[in-house]
Each structure stands twice: as structure tokens, then as C-alpha cells.
């Protein structure tokens, strides 16, 4: 099903994010691992890929399990930032063949030394590219605390409708650790008149090389509350899993409470994280889509 018609029936969607493992992984763990979080029974899955197109060919093997061997929707995520036409008709080709028909179009981030594409230069370009190969459902990236490289949090709504002139028809966000950034980020965009629905992005800090890396790439902003909790547990595992699952639980209740439309959870693989944090709402998701 085309995730902009899940939108139609449901009233807030639920949804994972999974990345491809490195070429040299054993594909029976990543099996044991999608097949897990299927049964949690998600509204989808999306797959993350490697800027430049090097990751295609795995999301799309990805894709292909969620979609036909575990009967859960595919959300294939597509880079343009390094690639030419060719190369993203020949990624198309491929994620048609894995059955996929939901694409997140992404522009990617800047590897440094690469060739930057001379076909693309926006998610837009990609957008509008895709749409014009094909019957897809296009998503994009937005961004409650403002992409990096906008000039202003309006001048990065202004961009985004751009993306949606294009043929985007939901947006998935950054991850964010402050809800008000998102409540301002919705404000922004009934403004700026965009009513395609948006899915909250919540990363669960479980890990401490989950607090490295998400601090060092995202530039999220960081709570008091969760920074206390980062400065308490960062060296006690058991604790900083706990709390993690505890804030991000928390932060969903509270978006499902204001009525958000969907929450897409960066699982980081781990489907514990994904049980435990679905049983902690799955009540309060039942009543809503009641
Ligand atoms: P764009 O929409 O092109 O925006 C980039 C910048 O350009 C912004 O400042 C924007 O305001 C501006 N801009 C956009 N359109 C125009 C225009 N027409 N004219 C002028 N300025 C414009 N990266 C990966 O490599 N792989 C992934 O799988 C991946 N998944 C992601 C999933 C989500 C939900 C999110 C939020 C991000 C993801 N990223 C991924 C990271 C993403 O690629 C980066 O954030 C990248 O820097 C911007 O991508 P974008 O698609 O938002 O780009």
C-alpha cells in the first residue's frame, strides 16, 4: 500500500527505521531482526541508504524481505547528492524489481572529496525525477530545529514546499529531543500553508555509542532532561536503556497526546527497543486509530 493512502485510513501511523548491515554481515541476523520487528506489526518499515547510491543495492535486498517475505510495507530511502540520472534509474530499476513503491527522496549529506551530482541538487530535483519514472509515493526529510544549511527556520519551510510542489506527499522528520521545536516546526508549516502529514522522528538514546554518534552527526539540541540522564547512566548500560526507553516513551505520549499523525522510531536495529517501546504505546495507538 502507498503510505500517503495509510495516512488516509489511519489516524497516526507507526513506523521503524532500519539501515542495511556492512556487506561482510550475516544475513540470518538481519533476518532474525527484521522478522522481529515485523512481528510488532509496524504500519512500515523504511531502509536507510548510503549517500552517493553505494548503499542501493542492499536497501533494496532489505526492502525486498520487509515487503515479500515478511508482508510488511517497505519504505526504500534514495540519495541523489552523487549520483547521476543513470544512476538513480538504475537504483529505481533495482527497488522496482525488490517491490518496492514507497521511496523517501533525499538529497544526502556532503561526503567530503566526492563529486557532487551535476543532475541533482535538491531532494526536488530527486522528487521530481522519480516522479516522472514511475507509480511511486515519495517522502521526504524535514527538520523541526531547521536544516543546517538554511539561512533561517522560513527560508527551510519555504524549501520544503518546494519538495512538495515536486510530488513529496508526507514528510518523516529529523530526530529531535524537545518537542516544542516540533509543535513550532508544525506551527511554521500552517503558516506557510503545507498540510501533507508529518511523522515524528524519535531516537531512543539506549546506547552510549548511540549518544556519541547522535550528538556528533545530528546536532540535536539537548534538553536539560536528557542530558542529565546522558551525564547519570552514560557509563551504567543497563540504566541508560532503561531511561532511554523511558524518554523517548515519554516524548511519543506526549506528541500522540497534541496529535501528531505518525512516529517513526529509529530502532538502530534493536528490536528489543522496538518491543518494548511499542507495548509501552500500543494502547494509547489502538485508541487513537480506533
Ligand atoms: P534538501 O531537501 O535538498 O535540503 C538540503 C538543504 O537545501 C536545506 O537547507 C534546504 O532548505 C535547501 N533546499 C532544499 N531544496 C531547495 C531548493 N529547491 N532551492 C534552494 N534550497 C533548497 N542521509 C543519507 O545519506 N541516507 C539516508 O538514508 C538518510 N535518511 C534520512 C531520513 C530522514 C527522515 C532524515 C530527516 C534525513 C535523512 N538523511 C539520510 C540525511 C539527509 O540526507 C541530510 O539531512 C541532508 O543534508 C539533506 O537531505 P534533504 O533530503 O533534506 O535535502
Known amino acids: 500500500m502507498k503510505i500517503s493512502e495509510l495516512f488516509n485510513i489511519k489516524k497516526a501511523v507507526w513506523s521503524f527505521e532500519v539501515f542495511p548491515p556492512k556487506p561482510t554481515a550475516d544475513m540470518s541476523v ?16 523504511s531502509v536507510t541508504c548510503g549517500a552517493g547510491g553505494t548503499g542501493n543495492r542492499r536497501t533494496a535486498e532489505i526492502a525486498r524481505i520487509i515487503g515479500s517475505e515478511l508482508k510488511i510495507e517497505p519504505l526504500a530511502h534514495l540519495t541523489c547528492i552523487n549520483s547521476s540520472k543513470e544512476d538513480v534509474e538504475k537504483s529505481l530499476a533495482e527497488l522496482t524489481e525488490a517491490g518496492v513503491t514507497n521511496i523517501l527522496t533525499l538529497r544526502g549529506d556532503r561526503v567530503p572529496g566526492a563529486e557532487e551530482s551535476k543532475d ?29 544549511e538554511s539561512a533561517s527556520p522560513e527560508e527551510d519551510v519555504e524549501n520544503l514546499k518546494k519538495k512538495i510542489d515536486a510530488g513529496v506527499t508526507h514528510l518523516n522528520t529529523q530526530l529531535f529531543f524537545d518537542n516544542d521545536d516540533f509543535y513550532r516546526f508544525c506551527d511554521r508549516l500552517d503558516k ?51 531511561a532511554g526507553i523511558a524518554y523517548a516513551t515519554d516524548q511519543i505520549t506526549d506528541l500522540l497526546s497534541a496529535g501528531a499523525r505518525g512516529i517513526h522510531l529509529y530502532v538502530m536495529n534493536n528490536p528489543y527497543v522496538a ?3 511499542t507495548g509501552n504505546v500500543s494502547s494509547i495507538l489502538a485508541g487513537i486509530n480506533r
Do not use: N, W
Open 120 to 148: 541533482f541538487k535538491h531532494a526536488s530535483d530527486l522528487a521530481a525525477f522519480v516522479r516522472a519514472h514511475g507509480d511511486f509515493d515519495l517522502g521526504g526529510a524535514c527538520y523541526p530545529e531547521c536544516h543546517p
Open 30 to 45: 538481519v533476518h532474525k531482526t527484521l522478522a522481529e520487528l515485523a512481528e510488532l506489526s509496524p504500519d512500515y518499515v
Open 192 to 242: 506557510a500553508g503545507i498540510t501533507v502529514p508529518v511523522q515524528a522522528g524519535i531516537m531512543p538514546l539506549v546506547k552510549k555509542s548511540h549518544v556519541d554518534r547522535t550528538i556528533g552527526l545530528s546536532g540535536a539540541k539537548l534538553p536539560g532532561k536528557i542530558s542529565r540522564m546522558i551525564a547519570r547512566f552514560y557509563d551504567d548500560p543497563d540504566s541508560l536503556m532503561a
Open 275 to 277: 518491543r518494548t517501546i
